[in-house]
C-alpha cells in the first residue's frame, strides 16, 4: 500500500513529503525529547542554585562559628537549667536590690513583688519600690540596677525632689528581673 502510493509521486511531490516527514519527526522529537530534558535541565539548574545560595549561607555561619560559640558562652551564665519558684526568685531579687541600695547609700522604704510574665524560654519577675536618697546616690543606684549581672533594669521610674531637702529626692520605680532557662520558661514549683 506504501508502495503504490509512493510509486504514484513524482519525484518533485517524494521530496516534499521526505521533507515533511523529516520536519514532523524533528518536531516530534523536540516535543517528546529535547523539551521535556532542556526543562528538566533548567529546573536542575534551579534547584543547584537555590542549593549554592544556603550553601553560602551556612559557610557563612560556619566561618562564625568561634564567634558565636565565645558567644554563647559569655551568655551561658545566664541560663539556669532549673528555674526556682517564684517566692524564692523573689526573695533572691529583692535581696539584691537591698544590697545595691545599701552599696548605692539608698533608703528603700518600700518593696513588694509584683508579677511575673513567661515568655517562650524566660521568666519576667517584676518589683515595685519606693526609695529615698541624694540625687547622686540615687542616679548611682538606678545605674547598679541596670549594669547588674543579675539580669536586673528598671523599666519605670518616677524622681521627686524631698522637701525642705537640698540634694535629697524620692524615687517611685519599676523594676525587672529577667531568668532565662534552658527549658521552656516554666518554673518548679
Known amino acids: 500500500m506504501i508502495n503504490q502510493f509512493m510509486s504514484k509521486l ?6 516534499v513529503l521526505y521533507i515533511t516527514i523529516l520536519i514532523v519527526g524533528l518536531a516530534a522529537l523536540d516535543r517528546l525529547l529535547i523539551a521535556p530534558g532542556l526543562e528538566s535541565l533548567k529546573s536542575s539548574n534551579d534547584e543547584i542554585t537555590k542549593q549554592e545560595k544556603i550553601i553560602k549561607a551556612d559557610l557563612r555561619v560556619l566561618s562564625n562559628k568561634d564567634n558565636i560559640n565565645a558567644r554563647g558562652e559569655i551568655y551561658s551564665k545566664f541560663y539556669q537549667d532549673k528555674v526556682e519558684a517564684s517566692d524564692v ?25 509584683t508579677e511575673v510574665k513567661t515568655q517562650k524560654r524566660t521568666l519576667e519577675y517584676y518589683a515595685n519600690l519606693d526609695c529615698t536618697g541624694g540625687l547622686e546616690n540615687m542616679i548611682s543606684f ?20 524631698k522637701k ?7 524615687a517611685s520605680m519599676s523594676v525587672v528581673k529577667l531568668v532565662m532557662s534552658q527549658g521552656n520558661g516554666t518554673q518548679d514549683k
Open 10 to 15: 513524482s519525484d518533485k511531490e517524494k521530496k
Open 89 to 113: 526568685v523573689n526573695r533572691g531579687f529583692l535581696s539584691t536590690i537591698e544590697r545595691i541600695a545599701t552599696k548605692s547609700k539608698i533608703t528603700i522604704t518600700k518593696s513588694n513583688p
Open 142 to 161: 538606678m545605674h547598679a540596677i541596670n549594669s547588674s549581672d543579675d539580669l536586673l533594669k528598671i523599666v519605670r521610674f518616677d524622681l521627686v525632689p
Open 164 to 170: 525642705g531637702t537640698e540634694n535629697e529626692v524620692s
